[in-house]
């Protein structure tokens, strides 16, 4: 899909302050000087091409309460499939990626509690058989996901 | 050390929060009118869906209201995440210059696992290709100057999975 010059407003203007009141998309036909419906079916033709992932909130997990925490596991090569099924088959993992380095399988656990995170990590570690490098955040520094296009 | 920003006890979210973050989780109805069809979902006023979602915007519950592209779908096909030994009584200095980078996705203290781990500040930095994430990672080395102690860029090879966060009401 090739995106005009209205997508790319669309995509740089409203990667946050969607505005939260009755009648948002009248808020935005007069900053974005597009018609509210245009806006909306554009946006309904990226999230189909998979240009958009998500139209709506983004929560802060560890606000909310739940517990969060970045891990990796240095995977054998011949287990890696059989490792990654383990490590996929926890609905507690949220992201997992395969990255070029010695600690080759990196993965978020997202809880419900804080104290679960724990006994996430030290099941994934019983059932692999692997330690798992828990690397929790001690300190954030400006979040910004706007993605330029 | 931990200065993340101070945790929200779940006493400051209940039932009806909970419920409005359940419904609203995976994202609002592309509709004229989003707030109204998730407050009839719910059987609340649209008044008191709004009104809630600002306050856990103003405590930061709720990040932000939006679209969220898909970064490699757009060309970003590159997502390196540079990993950097810095000195630790300068962190967060280092840690919010890093941060403002317009590059820079995330930034994040995490902690070492010494002697094979010695990094401890996290920065994603995303591009079109690994040529160009490779000269943006120079870049933050020079901004470091002397105190880039060692640092390392894994790319990522494969989505293994990829879910949201998931809250029961």
Partial sequence: ?149 | MNTAAPMISPEEIDAIDRKIIAATQQGLPLSQTPYHDVATELGLDVSEVINRMQAMLDKGIIRRIGIVPNHYKLGFKANGMSVWNVPDDKITELGQTIGAVDFVSHCYQRPRFLPEWPYNLFAMVHGKSREEVAEKVEHISRLLGNNDRGHDVLFSTKILKKTGLRISQ
């Fill in chain 1, 1 to 149: 899909m090739n995106l005009t010059e209205a997508d790319r407003t669309i995509i740089n203007q409203l990667q946050g302050g969607f505005p939260l009141c009755e009648q948002p998309w009248a808020q935005l036909e007069q900053t974005l000087e597009i018609p509210a419906d245009e806006i909306i079916q554009r946006i309904k033709t990226m999230q189909s091409a998979g240009l958009i992932s998500r139209f709506g909130p983004l929560y802060h997990a560890e606000k909310m309460g739940g517990g969060l925490t970045l891990a990796a596991i240095k995977v054998p090569e011949e287990r890696y499939e059989d490792v990654t099924d383990i490590v996929n088959s926890f609905d507690e993992v949220a992201h997992n990626y395969a990255r070029d380095h010695e600690l080759n399988m990196w993965f978020v656990v997202a809880t419900e509690t804080p104290e679960e995170i724990e006994s996430v990590i030290s099941d994934i570690e019983k059932q692999t058989g692997l330690k798992v490098y828990n690397m929790p955040k001690q300190q954030e520094f400006f979040l910004q996901l706007i993605f330029e296009v």
